[in-house]
Structures are given as C-alpha cells and as structure tokens.
C-alpha cells in the first residue's frame, strides 16, 4: 500500500521562508538535545522533506495512485487560489513545532472538497500509522482513545476532520506548516522570538499529491494540481502570489 497525502502547496516565497524556520529550529532542537528527525527540504527516506499543508492521508495500491492525482487535478481546476494567512505557532503534541493558518470557511470548503473528490478511492483502507508512528487499526481499536478521533478514522481514514466548524469536538482540521520533529517526543522548543506568524502569509497556487514517508513528511511528489479560477481581487489583493511552483531539494550541506 501507499499512503498519500494531498497537500495545499506554499508559494516560493513562504516555501522559503518555511526551509529558513526549519533550519532555525532543528539547530536549536540539537543544541537543546533533542535532534529533529528531518530538516525542510533535505533528502528525508524516498526524498527531500517538503514544506505543506496537509488536508487529507489515504492508503491505496501503487497502481491507484494516478488516479488520484487525476481526481485531485480535476478538483483544483475549478477552485480559486488560497488566500493563507499566518496566524501563530504551536507544539503539536509530540512536540513538533508549527505554523498554524487562520481557520477560514474558504479552508474548510477546501478541505470537504478534497474529501468529497478522493476519499472514496480509499475504499475503506486504512493507513498502517498515524504521522506519529502509531498504529491505526491499534487507534479505532483502543476505547481509551478519544471517540470522535476514533470515528472520524473509521468513517475518513483520517482523524483531522471538520465536520462541523463550531470549535466543537468534530472540529479537527487546523491547517498548519509543521517544522520539525523532534526525536524526544516530550522536548519543546522554544518558539516565542521567531518572526511574527502573520508574515506567514500568502497566495496558495495549487493542490499536490504527494507520497509519504515518516513522521508526516512529503518526500516523493506524484502529481501537482494548480488551482483554475483566479481569487477575487486577483494579484491586486495586497497578498503575495505566485505560479505553482512545488518545492525544490536544498543544495547538499553539511550539518
């Protein structure tokens, strides 16, 4: 099986400025002692580490993968560009520091149109493990776990869901840039002086579908959908833009 992720891609200037974050934070989380498992942009397993928004995992069979990208493709055609607007940033809860968007109704109707355009070719699949390693089936099948993270795996294969945007408990999906990874799972970085979260913000030109390898990383780029309808306003919003342009590896350095 494999699993995929389709990602909302950064345009070049946040794409950088996500490498430049990652290489400021794996640095301090090694002087700290408690390394990242992967920098943005180095090679990481099948390759290198792309920065992304995550909006929806699958497992299905290598020869099903073309098939997603075609549906994903045929989604991004018909939808505007992204307005992306950096809102502050976080642990989640293994300790990996990120970057989280403003939740806006344009980022919810983005994420249900995935779902609705791919998660039927899922067919029922379940991923072997979550981004932190732990088993999926071992999740649904664990009564200590938290309900709604169980069902929506159940009914999604995914657990990072909003079916109804209220702040309630089926309120899961919180876009966000994730940075790094750190190997001590209870480390936390510290992330107060880092540039202010709002100039993390952006035109996001398209939809990816990309292969995945631990720890929730993008490593291997099967297929890039650029989004069809130019946003209200266009260029002339104030917002940075860009063409879709899907991440390139950093040149090779040492540690």
Not at 33 to 51: H, I, K, N, T, V
């Amino acid at each position: 099986m494999e699993t995929v992720d389709i990602v909302a891609v950064l345009p070049r200037h946040l794409d950088t400025t996500a490498l430049a974050l990652s290489d400021r934070l794996t640095a301090r989380m090694r002087a700290g002692g408690s390394p990242s498992w992967f920098r943005l942009g180095d090679r990481f397993e099948a390759g290198p580490a792309a920065p992304h928004v995550s909006l929806f995992m699958l497992a299905v069979e290598p020869d099903e993968v073309p098939g997603v990208v075609s549906a994903t493709r045929d989604l991004a055609a018909g939808m505007a560009a992204l307005v992306a607007e950096g809102e502050y940033y976080r642990h989640n809860p293994v300790g990996a520091p990120e970057l989280y968007f403003r939740k806006t109704a344009e980022w919810i109707a983005l994420q249900r149109a995935v779902i609705e355009a791919v998660e039927p070719l899922r067919r029922g699949r379940l991923r072997d493990t979550d981004p932190a390693g732990d088993s999926v089936a071992g999740i649904i099948g664990d009564p200590g776990q938290d309900p709604v993270r169980r069902e929506q795996l159940t009914r999604f294969g995914f657990d990072e869901v909003t079916e109804v945007w209220d702040g309630g408990a089926t309120d899961r999906f919180n876009p966000h840039v994730t940075l790094a990874w750190p190997v001590d799972p209870g480390f936390r970085v510290e992330l107060s002086d880092l540039p202010p979260a709002a100039e993390f913000s952006g035109l996001l030109p398209g939809l990816a579908v990309y292969g995945m390898s631990r720890y929730g990383t993008c490593t291997t780029l099967f297929g890039a959908a650029p989004f069809g309808v130019t946003p209200i306003g266009g260029s002339g919003s104030g917002i940075p833009t860009g063409r879709l342009d899907v991440h390139s590896a950093r040149l090779p350095r040492g540690e």
